[in-house]
């Protein structure tokens, strides 16, 4: 039961976090590109602020993410795979679910090439530097353990 509830918070956790700066960064998009917007159109921006449907595009993207990432993070599927490649599959599917919702809600013109390099460089950029903040969580987690551990054989070995 303990597994359950815990894949349950990351679920939670992971879908909250993802639906939320999804919401930030397009409202902070929206207030940038407000002047932009007569150049090129931005469907999930408008003059008047955000679209409800653009909210539930997020909402549903979000949702997705957070099923991928529990089931690949969580121990559900890969058990026996390395972090780093699950973690290089969850950004592989990632990258496509966004290819995916932005051909099909027209999230940005598909004919304009920059866009699409510079979308796919942004991502790299994000993923390379949210893998890179794990790793080093990991590390400093592993450090603790290993001075705990130390720690502990030495407080056995002087009771001895």
């Known amino acids: 039961m303990d597994k359950k509830k815990t894949i ?19 409202s902070i998009a929206g207030w940038m590109l407000s002047n932009v917007s007569d150049v090129w159109e931005v469907s999930i ?7 409800y449907e653009s909210i539930a595009q997020f909402f549903l993207f979000a949702l997705i ?3 991928m990432s529990t089931l ?18 969850l950004y592989v599917l ?8 932005a051909l099909v809600f027209r999230w940005f013109p598909h004919d304009m090439a920059g866009a699409w390099f510079s979308y796919l460089g942004l991502f790299t950029l994000g993923f390379g530097l949210g893998i890179f903040g794990l790793i080093v969580k990991t590390m400093r987690v592993d450090l603790k353990y290993k001075k705990l551990l130390s720690d502990y054989k030495t407080k056995q070995s002087e009771e001895e």
């Not at 921006?45 to 679209?51: A, D, M, N, Q, S």
């Open 8 to 26: 349950a918070i990351m679920f939670c956790v992971t879908f909250l976090l993802t639906f939320s700066v999804a919401i930030i960064a397009l």
């Open 45 to 51: 921006i408008t003059g008047e602020g955000l679209r």
């Open 65 to 67: 993410f957070s099923v």
């Open 72 to 89: 690949l993070l969580g121990d559900i599927l890969f058990k026996e795979t390395l972090l780093l490649w699950r973690l290089v599959i």
């Open 94 to 101: 990632t990258a496509l679910l966004c290819v995916v919702f």
